[in-house]
């Protein structure tokens, strides 16, 4: 199974800050990389697809790229209703895995 | 617009059974690949299974098989997740969610939480 370590597991930010979260592959996965924002108590959200795809209606303060094995998931002037967790997942084959989560908090 | 309704979840006993359903609308069931996502209490996303649209293709995670089965009822627009011999680490909200393509989800239920406890 290919497995996908995201970090930093959590960070503290203000609004208005550009922050980059990372996830690797344990193997070359091309651009099969999707990542998704969960806010407490809901179902996650599909940001972007195939590592810098932007999902429909979706701001495009958030970007992604990436390929091969390291991935990035930007978002730029961070607002307060970007205060959330964000997961990586690959779509490469199955198992589609997830990463452990970025908690993006309150500075 | 696509919604995805959970439903099924509740307290059972471990080495119990339980039927979770998703029932969808606005979007050609038939045609889509469905997955189940599950998530422990403060815990990550975890995969759990995936069925295609004709129903005859599925996969499982490892930590499932033999004991979950997936199944779909394309004229009713259901997905069901049958689970057995359950244990207390499948203590979860069970996702529901649509793939257009590539393993990728972009609709996913509200979810519903089963409890695995004595």
């Known amino acids: 199974d290919i497995q996908m370590t995201q970090s930093p597991s959590s960070l503290s930010a203000s609004v208005g800050d550009r922050l980059t979260i990372t996830c690797r592959a344990s193997?070359?996965?091309?651009?099969?990389v999707n990542w998704y924002q969960q806010k407490s108590g809901k179902a996650p959200k599909l940001l972007i697809y195939?590592?810098?795809s932007l999902q429909s209606g979706v701001p495009s303060r958030f970007s992604g790229s990436g390929s091969g094995t390291d991935f990035t998931l930007t978002i730029t002037s961070l607002q307060p209703e970007d205060f959330a967790t964000y997961y990586c997942?690959?779509?490469?084959?199955?198992?589609?895995?997830f990463g452990g989560g970025t908690k993006v908090e309150i500075k | 617009e696509v919604q995805l309704v959970e439903s099924g979840g509740g307290l059972v006993q471990p080495g119990g059974s339980l039927r979770l359903s998703c029932a969808a609308s606005?979007?050609?069931?038939?045609?889509?690949?469905m997955h189940w996502v599950r998530q422990a209490p403060g815990k990550g996303l975890i995969w759990v299974s995936r069925?295609?649209?004709?129903?005859?293709?599925?996969t499982y995670a490892d930590f499932v098989k033999g004991r979950f089965t997936i199944s779909r009822d394309n004229a009713e627009k259901t997905l069901y997740l049958q689970m057995s011999s359950l244990r207390v680490e499948d203590t979860a909200v069970y996702y529901c969610?649509?793939?257009?393509?590539?393993?990728?989800?972009?609709?996913w239920g509200q979810g519903t939480l089963v409890t695995v406890s004595s």
């Open positions: 997942q690959h779509s490469y084959s199955a198992p589609p895995t």
């Open positions: 606005g979007l050609t069931f038939r045609t889509q690949w």
């Open positions: 069925i295609n649209g004709d129903a005859t293709s599925t």
């Open positions: 969610a649509r793939s257009p393509t590539y393993n990728t989800l972009d609709f």
């Open positions: 193997q070359s996965i091309s651009t099969y």
């Open positions: 195939a590592a810098s």
